[in-house]
């Protein structure tokens, strides 16, 4: 790279930053890639910390060492992550998203890259200091969820199918009972997707009672891998605590009230706000 002016370089590495998260990079990697010295280099990336944790856009770490640098931890303030999921929830709760049953029609939403994005972040926040080797979710809606996270958390995703295919090679499958309907079905994992005591974020796009997660945390204990947290999109406020099969997640939006007849919702921030 051509050697850029002060104000240039200092876009250009906040960008190079945002696109690696969690990613260690050294200073003689940026003092290479801009040819400057280290210590333009360290007033460069201290203005950039400086800007990240007041707009509430992420932490900027130091690793001291021979083999230290800094790393970008995204993140987004209480403040912005509320006003955020307020909007969102105005969406969630239009009378024609209204399903049988008390679901809502989100596909639409789900394929918003501006909307992805924050959610992403918010997971990403909650779960900023869990160690986590991949982000698992169950097709299909959970999919882009689930790679929004991964995109802030530098991390791989693995896909449950309600079927295996045979392009997955040989599987592991099992049969779970849904907590909402109690219905047997079945969900597989190729064997190849997932190392044994991986340790799995767990991110769906809406949970009833949590049979289909909990089929996920039965499906990790045949890989001997461990849940290391669960992030729900919505959740339904509508069963009873002795019917919910879960208790340690962290929602973003709760589905509280719902008029089949009428059509009207209530949705209000998720447990992510009372944290």
Same mark, same amino acid.
């Not at 997955?168 to 219905?183: C, H, L, T």
């Given at each position: 790279?051509?050697?850029?002016?002060?104000?240039?370089?200092?876009?250009?590495?906040?960008?190079?930053?945002?696109?690696?998260?969690?990613?260690?990079?050294?200073?003689?990697?940026?003092?290479?890639?801009?040819?400057?010295?280290?210590?333009?280099?360290?007033?460069?990336?201290?203005?950039?910390?400086?800007?990240?944790?007041?707009?509430?856009?992420?932490?900027?770490?130091?690793?001291?060492?021979?083999?230290?640098?800094?790393?970008?931890?995204?993140?987004?303030?209480?403040?912005?992550?509320? &006003?955020? %999921?307020?909007?969102?929830? =105005?969406? *969630?709760?239009?009378?024609? !998203? $209204? #399903?049988?049953?008390?679901?809502?029609?989100?596909?639409?939403?789900?394929?918003?890259?501006?909307?992805?994005?924050?959610?992403?972040?918010?997971?990403?926040?909650?779960?900023?200091?869990?160690?986590?080797?991949?982000?698992?979710?169950?097709?299909?809606?959970?999919?882009?969820?689930?790679?929004?996270?991964?995109?802030?958390?530098?991390?791989?995703?693995?896909?449950?199918?309600?079927?295996?295919?045979?392009?997955?090679?040989?599987?592991?499958?099992?049969?779970?009972?849904?907590?909402?309907?109690?219905?047997? &079905?079945? %969900?597989?994992?190729?064997? =190849?997707? *997932?190392?044994?005591?991986? !340790? $799995? #974020?767990?991110?769906?796009?809406?949970?009833?009672?949590?049979?289909?997660?909990?089929?996920?945390?039965?499906?990790?204990?045949?890989?001997?891998?461990?849940?290391?947290?669960?992030?729900?999109?919505?959740?339904?406020?509508?069963?009873?605590?002795?019917?919910?099969?879960?208790?340690?997640?962290?929602?973003?939006?709760?589905?509280?009230?719902?008029?089949?007849?009428?059509?009207?919702?209530?949705?209000?921030?998720?447990?992510?706000?009372?944290?």
């Amino acid at each position: 790279m051509k050697k850029l002016k002060r104000s240039a370089r200092l876009v250009e590495m906040t960008q190079y930053l945002l696109t690696r998260p969690h990613t260690l990079i050294s200073l003689t990697a940026f003092a290479d890639r801009y040819q400057s010295a280290k210590s333009s280099i360290s007033e460069d990336l201290a203005i950039i910390k400086e800007v990240f944790e007041e707009e509430g856009l992420g932490e900027l770490n130091t690793v001291a060492g021979a083999a230290g640098g800094v790393k970008y931890t995204p993140k987004m303030s209480r403040a912005d992550a509320l &006003q955020n %999921m307020n909007h969102i929830c =105005r969406q *969630l709760e239009q009378p024609e !998203r $209204v #399903l049988p049953g008390g679901y809502l029609y989100m596909t639409d939403m789900l394929g918003l890259p501006g909307m992805l994005a924050d959610v992403g972040r918010m997971f990403a926040t909650a779960f900023a200091t869990a160690e986590i080797d991949v982000i698992m979710t169950v097709e299909t809606k959970g999919i882009p969820l689930a790679y929004a996270t991964a995109a802030c958390m530098n991390l791989p995703v693995v896909i449950v199918r309600r079927d295996n295919k045979v392009t997955e090679g040989s599987a592991v499958s099992i049969n779970y009972v849904s907590g909402s309907n109690k219905r047997i &079905q079945t %969900m597989s994992l190729a064997r =190849r997707a *997932l190392k044994e005591h991986a !340790r $799995v #974020l767990i991110i769906d796009d809406f949970m009833k009672a949590g049979g289909t997660i909990q089929g996920m945390m039965d499906l990790l204990f045949e890989f001997n891998a461990k849940v290391a947290g669960v992030g729900v999109f919505v959740e339904s406020g509508e069963l009873g605590t002795e019917e919910r099969l879960l208790e340690d997640y962290v929602s973003l939006a709760k589905l509280t009230a719902v008029d089949l007849k009428t059509k009207h919702t209530t949705i209000v921030p998720g447990n992510y706000f009372d944290r």
